[in-house]
């Protein structure tokens, strides 16, 4: 069965630093990984997504993650937090055959200090 | 185009009560899923329908019920609900490949 872990519950940057947000999983093939975000309130939005191909991948909002296979990691990163990052982040997989559906981690909140 | 809409966004209800919540999208897809968002839990699958008049069971599925009679909507019901189905709620459709689009979601509590 797949999951995802996200070690980090909560994490505090000041507005200007770099972030890095964790995220481990476990699959058993290749995965199709997602990273969304979710502010107070509000639904998720996807920030980025990796299928296959370069492992770099960008997204929305400045974001960026890495897929490494040996690691078994998806971590998101970003060089320089605004103050409207704050929100919660969630890492996710998903299944590439049959119902397709997403299998989330349990979240990061990012609060970010001025 | 509004995409996917939740009806109600906030609901309470007392123990034992029924409800059912509205899921709408306009995409055109076929996919659609009912997660269910706790605290230090993210998102559990409840249902999920691969098309009209088809549904399947998720991860979470007791005390639920769904409805897929159109293309357009999914319905999710609880015909009597319990503290513990007090949670959030989100409906999706699957937007391409492997990519979901989540609806506004349903706030529910159960007292």
């Known amino acids: 069965a797949q999951s995802v872990t996200q070690p980090d519950i909560h994490i505090t940057v000041s507005e200007g630093a770099s972030l890095e947000l964790r995220c481990n999983y476990s699959?058993?093939?290749?995965?199709?990984l997602f990273w969304y975000v979710q502010s107070p309130g509000q639904g998720l939005q996807l920030l980025l997504k990796?299928?296959?191909?370069?492992?770099l991948v960008q997204g929305i909002k400045g974001f960026e993650a890495e897929f490494k296979r040996s690691q078994s990691s998806f971590n998101l990163r970003k060089p320089s937090v605004h103050w409207s990052d704050a929100a919660e982040y969630f890492c996710?997989?998903?299944?590439?055959?049959?119902?397709?559906?997403?299998?989330f981690g349990s979240g990061t909140r990012l609060q970010v200090q001025p | 185009n509004a995409g996917v809409t939740q009806t109600p966004k906030f609901q309470v209800l007392k123990t034992g009560q029924s409800m059912t919540l509205q899921c709408a999208q306009d995409m055109n897809h076929n996919s659609m899923y009912w997660y269910r968002q706790d605290p230090g839990m993210g998102l559990r699958l409840i249902y999920y329908s691969a098309s009209e008049g088809t549904t399947d069971k998720g991860e979470v599925p007791n005390g639920y019920n769904v409805s897929r009679l159109n293309k357009r909507e999914f319905s999710l019901r609880l015909e009597s609900a319990a503290p513990s189905q007090t949670s959030v709620y989100f409906c999706a459709t699957l937007l391409d490949i492997y990519e979901q689009y989540f609806g506004p979601g349903t706030r529910l509590t159960v007292t």
């Open positions: 699959y058993g093939a290749t995965p199709y």
């Open positions: 996710a997989v998903g299944a590439q055959t049959g119902r397709r559906a997403l299998t």
């Open positions: 990796y299928f296959s191909g370069d492992t």
